[in-house]
């Protein structure tokens, strides 16, 4: 840490870019198991002249969740409540039976360890309100983020 730009050396601002770029890997690779959110970058193609693109993970599972065409979203579990999800789950490894999709039902509750911010909430409620209209969304979160706190998170020593 560093307490004034006085006292920033050069060294210091280096060991906290690599401390930055460290945790990103880190996030990356805890990542890497999954099949459909493993990144957030879309190198775009150079064949229909599609630049390169960021899509946040968070807006990427409200998609797939709201999605109804895709019956069976593969990095979302779907976890068990009623008798009929238990018999549906159960059955579908015997019979062609789908399990429930996650935006079967009508409230949708995110929670966001770590924090979240207030344009990631509005990112939610909008893509909610746009693709699954009657849909009512909860966005909960461990800490309400401001700027100023996201920033900060980068440079905590210990982030968890």
Do not use: N
């Given at each position: 840490?560093?307490?004034?730009?006085?006292?920033?050396?050069?060294?210091?601002?280096?060991?906290?870019?690599?401390?930055?770029?460290?945790?990103?890997?880190?996030?990356?690779?805890?990542r890497m198991h999954m099949k459909q959110f493993n990144s957030i970058h879309n190198p775009g193609s150079s064949t229909h002249q599609a630049s390169a693109s960021y899509k946040p993970l968070l807006k990427q599972v409200v998609e797939e969740i709201c999605n109804p065409d895709r019956p069976d979203p593969v990095?979302?579990?779907?976890?068990?409540?009623?008798?009929?999800?238990?018999?549906?789950?159960?059955?579908?490894?015997?019979?062609?039976?789908n399990r429930p999709h996650p935006g079967d039902h009508p409230l949708l509750i995110i929670f966001m360890v770590g924090g979240v911010s207030v344009s990631e909430v509005k990112m939610v409620k909008d893509l909610v309100a746009t693709r699954k209209p009657g849909t009512?969304?909860?966005?909960?979160?461990?800490?309400?983020?401001?700027?100023?706190?996201?920033?900060?998170?980068?440079?905590?020593?210990?982030?968890?």
């Open positions: 840490g560093c307490d004034s730009s006085l006292k920033l050396t050069s060294q210091k601002a280096t060991d906290a870019l690599d401390g930055i770029f460290q945790s990103l890997r880190d996030i990356a690779r805890a990095d979302i579990e779907h976890m068990s409540s009623g008798l009929t999800d238990l018999l549906k789950t159960g059955f579908s490894m015997f019979m062609k039976v009512q969304v909860i966005v909960l979160s461990s800490v309400l983020l401001t700027p100023h706190s996201a920033v900060e998170l980068l440079f905590a020593p210990d982030r968890l």
